[in-house]
């Protein structure tokens, strides 16, 4: 078997586990209810650097992909692409970090920069791109939105105010937690990423 197709094979695993681990979601009662806390961005994580950044981001599209074809999209393929966006945001910057140092130091700082490359990107992502996009596909007017994420959180009272208090450290908490998991997991699977 070349090493393309090896390539390809460990990429289509990655993804199919990710797309799994996506259907186990659970919300955090401090965060608006459709912020769900799940752990699909690992493999991609796993991916990117064992394999490198592209391979993160083509298992976070891959993964997607599968879920809008599978279980169907419930919201008309926005959250599908935001989860793509949000998970790349994470992948990629800490698989590049990594890549130019390969030790538990650059491991540590590629998830680190990471974490907050997807916090920034999901923020702005949302506030401009995502939000918007449910307004016009679902015809979900944003204060439906606002009103229900100010139930949980009283500080929420507009479209900014959700974005620093729901979107922002929402991310915050899921791309730390998965980068816990990355860091205790990763050395332990590398062999079999790389062989």
Same mark, same amino acid.
């Given at each position: 078997m070349?090493? $393309?197709? *090896?390539?390809?094979?460990k990429? /289509?695993l990655?993804? /199919?586990?990710?797309f799994i681990?996506?259907?186990?979601?659970?919300? @955090?009662p #401090?965060?608006p209810?459709?912020?769900?806390?799940?752990? +699909?961005?690992?493999? !991609?994580?796993?991916?990117?650097f !064992?394999l490198g950044?592209?391979?993160?981001m083509?298992?976070e599209a891959?993964k997607?992909?599968l879920?809008?074809l599978?279980? &169907?999209t419930?919201? &008309?393929g926005v &959250?599908e692409?935001?989860?793509f966006i949000?998970?790349?945001?994470l992948?990629?910057? !800490?698989?590049?970090?990594?890549?130019r140092?390969?030790?538990?130091?650059?491991?540590v700082?590629g998830?680190?920069?990471?974490?907050? /490359?997807m916090? @920034? @990107? /999901? =923020?702005? =992502?949302?506030?401009?791109l995502?939000?918007?996009?449910?307004? *016009?596909?679902?015809g979900?007017?944003?204060?439906?939105?606002?009103? +229900?994420s +100010? *139930?949980?959180n009283s500080a929420?009272?507009?479209l900014?105010?959700?974005?620093?208090y729901g979107?922002?450290?929402f991310?915050? #908490? $899921? &791309?730390?937690? @998965?980068?816990?998991v990355?860091a205790?997991?990763? $050395?332990?699977?590398?062999?079999?990423?790389? *062989?």
């Open positions: 070349n090493v $393309k197709t *090896k390539y390809t094979i990429i /289509a990655l993804a /199919a586990i990710a681990l996506m259907l186990f979601q659970f919300p @955090v #401090v965060f209810g459709f912020l769900k806390i799940d752990f +699909s961005d690992l493999p !991609a994580l796993l991916g990117s !064992a950044p592209i391979a993160g083509i298992i891959v997607n992909l879920h809008a599978i279980r &169907g419930q919201t &008309g &959250g692409l935001s989860n949000v998970g790349s945001a992948a990629v910057p !800490a698989g590049l970090v990594y890549l140092q390969k030790t538990k130091k650059g491991a700082k998830l680190v920069v990471g974490v907050l /490359a916090a @920034v @990107v /999901a =923020s702005f =992502s949302n506030y401009f995502v939000l918007p996009l449910y307004q *016009k596909v679902l979900m007017p944003l204060e439906v939105i606002v009103e +229900s +100010s *139930k949980v929420i009272v507009d900014r105010s959700l974005i620093i979107i922002l450290p991310n915050l #908490v $899921k &791309g730390t937690a @998965v980068s816990i990355t205790l997991l990763y $050395k332990r699977l590398s062999w079999l990423l790389r *062989k």
